[in-house]
């Protein structure tokens, strides 16, 4: 076992440190290239984690909204306000991610459903199968849904309730 492997098992801070400083120096060579490269992909699916799970809250916050307008709170906006924000914080930082936003909220709906019936005490059946937000509204800093979307509103086209 090489000094790189060992420290990497021993003090995972402490290899992290040596790693940057042998790539910095131009000794890719001696640096522990596998770790390396596995603390890379890990990064990239904890990017892709967060995304989901950004998503699942917001989600399911725009459902409660939906669903049970009578529980509407400030506490809700805040959360949604948040998601929203983080989501847009993501996605500026790591542009690639945006083409995977339809694939994940595919992912994060059905539990995002799941969690608004729990939260809410009303019937999983209540929420609709499939997602029924488009995308936009859902990464629409404005769009509460029962309300005029923002981006028609803007465009002046038909002002249909969402």
């Known amino acids: 076992m090489s000094h790189n492997q060992g420290l990497y098992e021993r003090d995972f801070h402490a290899w992290t440190e040596e790693q940057a400083r042998l790539l910095r120096s131009g000794q890719a060579g001696v640096a522990d290239l596998a770790h390396i490269a596995e603390e890379i992909e890990t990064l990239g699916a904890s990017e892709r984690r967060e995304l989901e799970s950004r998503l699942k809250v917001l989600l399911q916050h725009l459902l409660k909204w939906r669903y049970q307008p009578e529980g509407r709170s400030s506490g809700w906006t ?7 924000d ?9 542009p690639s991610l945006r083409r995977l936003v339809p694939e994940y909220i595919g992912h ?12 809410t005490g009303l019937a ?30 803007r465009s002046g086209g038909d002002a249909s309730p969402i």
């Open 78 to 84: 805040e959360t949604i306000t948040e998601q929203r």
């Open 108 to 119: 994060a709906y059905p539990k995002a459903r799941r969690a608004a019936a729990l939260e």
């Open 86 to 94: 983080q989501l847009d914080s993501l996605l500026r930082q790591s």
């Open 124 to 153: 999983r059946e209540t929420f609709p199968e499939d997602c029924p937000f488009a995308e936009i509204e859902i990464l629409d800093p404005e769009h509460l849904p029962g309300q005029v979307s923002a981006q028609v509103s």
